[in-house]
């Protein structure tokens, strides 16, 4: 793939990014990486049922490893703006057969070749965690060939029905996967010293993926919620939304279900008992996209084509391998401080998965607003009325335009954004009143309101506002951003000259990459194509009008219509198919993780931060969103 002079230099460009983005990153993968997504809970009558899902799961991986290795992945290409433009594949074929491996001052990646040796005989296998112990399963052997749905079931219920009964506590080795990545790095060496480890490790850096048969955790890991929010839609038992996203982010710690994990493998699928499921993805192979379609692909085959549980026949198939771990004393003594270390950093998250209920994206296109630009003010409007100032902003843009491309950073933080915000809080500072906390008598009802700025001068600066965002998005989009560009040039000073250019070392650029607010957006994918065309066409013609009414904001000369239908069309391109969510931890101490997930008559948002922050509250920065949205909707409905 790289085998022109040209392609080097792109390979070390990508990897400019990739190391400073993940591979030079000290910080441990849960809650500070690691995103963790719920899927829909299933309803499982017996382990069988259990058993039964994880087997169609799994086949339906095995299934879409055998075609990308046969070379019938379908090209993406740009929707509009050179349309037909290919956009990059590679990320697509780093998730399966994956994993990361930690390093004492920069992490690397182990990747499976893109394609089948046609004379390779290699076993395919995925690696099983239940009760903190280990198993290698075969999917597809040289001397047997790929297992059955039934015979990969009749292995997980091996593995169920073994992992209860071995005496003796086993190894956490998982844990060590949760700790700062140069602590890890020395301890896998250490591991390594040791043949059979040797061995345990590399089945698990070759798995396919890694699956985790956990047991629920207990409700009371739910975050503080507020008076007046709105119910899980999903629950397992007691255990509502909240609950089930600790699970997939990092298993709830040492005494639950954190040693059930391999934090460092891309993809970790994460089945309880009760029917709650997810994936737990190691995010320096891929962006969401990926992993969301790759998901929902094999999901939707499960829902389209239900089976019938008649039990798991009784195979005569070798019991899968059990992985046996062998450590001296001093890594029995890592065991005790890992497992003090990750409940530290799970007691100290902050995390609220909280549904907005009073509209969704359909009023939101009714506006003529695109959903993720309006979103992303109502983020910086609920962060001006809790704090009296804006941050630096992180959402992610799309460059796969470009070989390699990944992401640029969309920066929301904009002084039209200010502006609007200022007046949308009428001139008030930090902690201004929230509607929602209000508990009006009827006197207090009775009294008059007052308001210094008209609602017409509030809807022109959210126009402008929204121009503003838009021509911010559109530019990363199409690789005019600034991040990525700065990026190169820091690399390239230290490469050049040995040292940082005084423009990297000044206070101003460091204050610009701490993300204090750090955001992303999932979309969901029911209906989407309904009445698509009319809402682009409406919403373009809109903001082609607005760009032009604020003078502040320049658009590029040659942005026309097809541009900003790219944007669209590109907002939409990352969908969940099922009422799903994800969610990840704040990328700062002091800072807010905030994702979303539009959905025609609500909105799905995943509030983080940290407990030991005195500033920061995710049910708080949620019940701000809450009157946000409440008060934008006032201002925009006529």
């Given at each position: 793939?790289?085998?022109?002079?040209r392609?080097?230099t792109l390979?070390?460009?990508?990897?400019y990014?990739?190391?400073?983005?993940?591979?030079?990153?000290?910080?441990?993968l849960?809650?500070?990486?690691?995103?963790?997504?719920?899927?829909?809970q299933?309803?499982?009558?017996?382990?069988?049922?259990?058993?039964h899902?994880?087997?169609?799961?799994?086949d339906?991986?095995?299934?879409?490893?055998?075609?990308?290795?046969s070379?019938?992945?379908?090209?993406?290409r740009?929707?509009?703006?050179?349309?037909?433009?290919?956009?990059c594949?590679?990320?697509?074929?780093?998730?399966?057969?994956?994993?990361r491996?930690?390093?004492?001052?920069?992490d690397?990646?182990?990747?499976p070749?893109?394609?089948?040796?046609?004379?390779?005989d290699?076993?395919r296998?995925v690696?099983?965690?239940c009760?903190?112990?280990?198993?290698?399963?075969v999917?597809?052997?040289?001397d047997?060939?790929?297992?059955?749905?039934?015979?990969?079931a009749?292995?997980?219920?091996?593995?169920?029905?073994?992992?209860?009964?071995?005496?003796?506590k086993p190894?956490?080795?998982?844990?060590?996967?949760?700790e700062?990545?140069?602590?890890?790095?020395?301890?896998?060496?250490?591991?390594?010293?040791?043949?059979?480890?040797?061995?345990?490790?590399?089945?698990?850096?070759?798995?396919?993926?890694v699956?985790?048969?956990?047991?629920?955790?207990n409700t009371?890991?739910?975050?503080?919620?507020?008076?007046?929010?709105?119910?899980?839609v999903?629950?397992?038992?007691?255990?509502?939304e909240?609950?089930?996203?600790?699970?997939?982010?990092?298993?709830?710690?040492?005494?639950?279900?954190?040693?059930?994990?391999?934090?460092?493998?891309?993809?970790?699928?994460?089945?309880?008992?009760?029917?709650s499921?997810?994936?737990c993805?190691?995010?320096?192979?891929s962006e969401?996209?990926?992993?969301?379609q790759l998901?929902?692909k094999?999901?939707?085959?499960?829902?389209?084509?239900?089976?019938?549980?008649?039990?798991?026949p009784?195979?005569?198939?070798?019991?899968?391998?059990?992985?046996?771990w062998?450590?001296?004393?001093?890594?029995?003594?890592?065991f005790?401080?890992?497992?003090?270390?990750?409940?530290r950093a799970i007691?100290?998250?902050?995390?609220?998965?909280?549904?907005?209920?009073?509209?969704?994206?359909n009023f939101v296109?009714?506006?003529?607003?695109?959903?993720?630009?309006?979103?992303?003010?109502?983020?910086q409007?609920?962060?001006?009325?809790?704090?009296?100032?804006?941050?630096a902003?992180?959402?992610?843009?799309?460059?796969?335009?470009?070989?390699?491309?990944?992401?640029?950073?969309?920066?929301a933080?904009?002084t039209?954004?200010?502006?609007?915000?200022?007046a949308?809080?009428?001139g008030?500072?930090?902690?201004?009143?929230?509607?929602?906390?209000?508990?009006?008598?009827?006197e207090?009802?009775?009294?008059?309101?007052?308001?210094?700025?008209?609602?017409?001068?509030?809807?022109?600066l959210?126009?402008?506002?929204v121009?503003?965002?838009?021509?911010?998005m559109?530019?990363?989009?199409l690789?005019?951003?600034?991040?990525?560009?700065?990026?190169?040039?820091?690399?390239?000073?230290v490469?050049v000259?040995?040292?940082?250019?005084?423009?990297?070392?000044?206070?101003?650029?460091k204050?610009?990459?701490?993300?204090?607010l750090s955001?992303?957006?999932?979309?969901?994918?029911?209906?989407?194509?309904?009445h698509q065309?009319?809402?682009?066409?409406q919403?373009?013609k809109?903001?082609?009008?607005?760009?032009?009414?604020?003078?502040?904001?320049?658009?590029?000369?040659?942005?026309?219509?097809?541009d900003?239908r790219?944007v669209?069309l590109?907002?939409?391109?990352?969908?969940?198919?099922?009422?799903?969510?994800?969610?990840?931890?704040?990328?700062?101490?002091?800072?807010?993780g905030?994702s979303?997930?539009?959905?025609?008559?609500?909105?799905?948002?995943?509030v983080?931060?940290?407990?030991?922050c005195?500033?920061t509250?995710?049910s708080?920065?949620?019940?701000?969103?809450?009157?946000?949205?409440?008060?934008?909707?006032?201002?925009l409905?006529?």
């Amino acid at each position: 793939m790289y085998s022109t002079p040209r392609h080097a230099t792109l390979r070390q460009a990508y990897y400019y990014w990739l190391n400073d983005m993940y591979m030079n990153v000290r910080l441990p993968l849960p809650i500070n990486s690691n995103p963790g997504t719920v899927f829909p809970q299933r309803h499982f009558r017996t382990v069988h049922d259990v058993a039964h899902f994880a087997a169609r799961l799994l086949d339906g991986l095995v299934e879409h490893k055998e075609m990308l290795e046969s070379g019938q992945l379908p090209q993406e290409r740009a929707a509009s703006r050179e349309k037909n433009q290919p956009l990059c594949m590679a990320q697509y074929y780093r998730l399966l057969g994956s994993c990361r491996r930690p390093g004492v001052e920069r992490d690397s990646q182990y990747l499976p070749s893109r394609q089948k040796p046609i004379d390779s005989d290699e076993d395919r296998h995925v690696v099983v965690i239940c009760r903190n112990q280990m198993y290698c399963v075969v999917l597809q052997a040289s001397d047997r060939g790929k297992l059955t749905e039934s015979e990969i079931a009749s292995q997980i219920l091996y593995v169920l029905s073994d992992a209860p009964c071995l005496p003796g506590k086993p190894l956490p080795v998982g844990l060590l996967t949760a700790e700062p990545r140069s602590q890890w790095a020395v301890d896998r060496e250490a591991l390594q010293l040791d043949e059979r480890n040797q061995r345990n490790l590399e089945l698990i850096e070759t798995a396919l993926v890694v699956l985790c048969l956990d047991e629920p955790l207990n409700t009371n890991f739910n975050a503080r919620g507020f008076s007046g929010a709105t119910p899980s839609v999903h629950t397992a038992g007691d255990r509502d939304e909240t609950n089930m996203a600790h699970e997939m982010l990092h298993g709830g710690g040492s005494e639950f279900n954190s040693a059930n994990r391999w934090f460092d493998k891309t993809m970790q699928l994460i089945i309880c008992t009760d029917g709650s499921w997810g994936l737990c993805y190691e995010h320096s192979t891929s962006e969401g996209i990926a992993v969301v379609q790759l998901l929902e692909k094999v999901y939707k085959k499960i829902e389209e084509h239900p089976q019938e549980d008649n039990g798991v026949p009784q195979h005569h198939l070798p019991p899968p391998e059990r992985l046996e771990w062998h450590v001296n004393d001093k890594l029995q003594q890592r065991f005790v401080q890992a497992a003090k270390s990750v409940d530290r950093a799970i007691d100290n998250l902050d995390f609220y998965v909280y549904r907005y209920k009073g509209y969704g994206k359909n009023f939101v296109k009714s506006c003529q607003v695109s959903p993720d630009v309006y979103i992303q003010l109502a983020l910086q409007l609920a962060y001006y009325k809790l704090y009296g100032h804006l941050v630096a902003t992180y959402e992610s843009a799309s460059t796969r335009r470009f070989l390699l491309g990944r992401v640029d950073c969309i920066r929301a933080a904009s002084t039209e954004a200010l502006e609007w915000a200022k007046a949308m809080c009428q001139g008030e500072g930090a902690n201004v009143p929230l509607e929602s906390d209000r508990e009006e008598d009827e006197e207090d009802a009775r009294k008059v309101k007052f308001s210094i700025y008209s609602k017409d001068h509030l809807r022109e600066l959210f126009r402008c506002a929204v121009a503003r965002q838009t021509e911010v998005m559109v530019k990363n989009i199409l690789g005019n951003g600034i991040d990525i560009p700065l990026l190169g040039l820091r690399e390239a000073s230290v490469e050049v000259t040995g040292e940082l250019h005084e423009l990297f070392t000044d206070e101003s650029y460091k204050i610009s990459q701490c993300f204090l607010l750090s955001t992303s957006q999932l979309l969901h994918h029911q209906e989407q194509h309904q009445h698509q065309h009319q809402h682009q066409h409406q919403y373009l013609k809109h903001v082609s009008h607005l760009a032009l009414s604020c003078s502040a904001i320049r658009l590029p000369s040659d942005m026309i219509l097809s541009d900003l239908r790219a944007v669209w069309l590109f907002r939409t391109q990352v969908a969940f198919t099922t009422d799903s969510f994800m969610g990840y931890g704040p990328v700062t101490p002091r800072g807010y993780g905030c994702s979303y997930n539009p959905h025609p008559d609500q909105i799905v948002f995943c509030v983080s931060a940290f407990y030991d922050c005195e500033d920061t509250s995710a049910s708080r920065y949620a019940k701000s969103l809450q009157d946000s949205l409440d008060i934008m909707r006032d201002l925009l409905q006529n």
